[in-house]
């Protein structure tokens, strides 16, 4: 694969990552990416999960939430409110996308070597 291929590839990533506040931070990214492997999780299960702190979590969760990624619920358990985080379509195609980008990236530098 020819350097330009490969570049184009490349600013595939970056307008990608550009388009949304999701990818300026990693956490977020990180969170996103997390979600798509669960139908649903509860706060405390992906704070556990992802191994970061309340407020940090919640802070992104919020942002994720705005921007109409994620949907958070709540439901009593045992008399208690829990958070329920789902990934929303939006959420789970912009993941899509991003990995998708990831793949073929990666398969011209493959081809490149």
Not at 8 to 21: G, Q
Not at 63 to 82: C, H, M, N, S, V
């Amino acid at each position: 694969m020819s350097e330009g291929e490969i570049t184009k590839e490349l600013s595939e990533i970056l307008k990608l990552t550009y388009s949304s506040s999701t990818f300026s931070s990693p956490i977020r990214l990180t969170i996103l990416l997390a979600l798509v492997g669960f139908k649903e999780v509860n706060f405390t299960e992906l704070q556990k999960a992802l191994e970061i702190n309340k407020s940090t979590l919640s802070v992104n969760l919020k942002t994720l939430e705005a921007e109409g990624l994620i949907e958070i619920k709540y439901r009593l358990d045992k008399q208690r409110p829990k958070q329920v985080i789902t990934i929303t379509d939006k959420g789970r195609e912009i993941v899509e996308k991003y990995l998708s980008a990831l793949e073929k990236y990666k398969k011209s530098l493959d081809k490149g070597r």
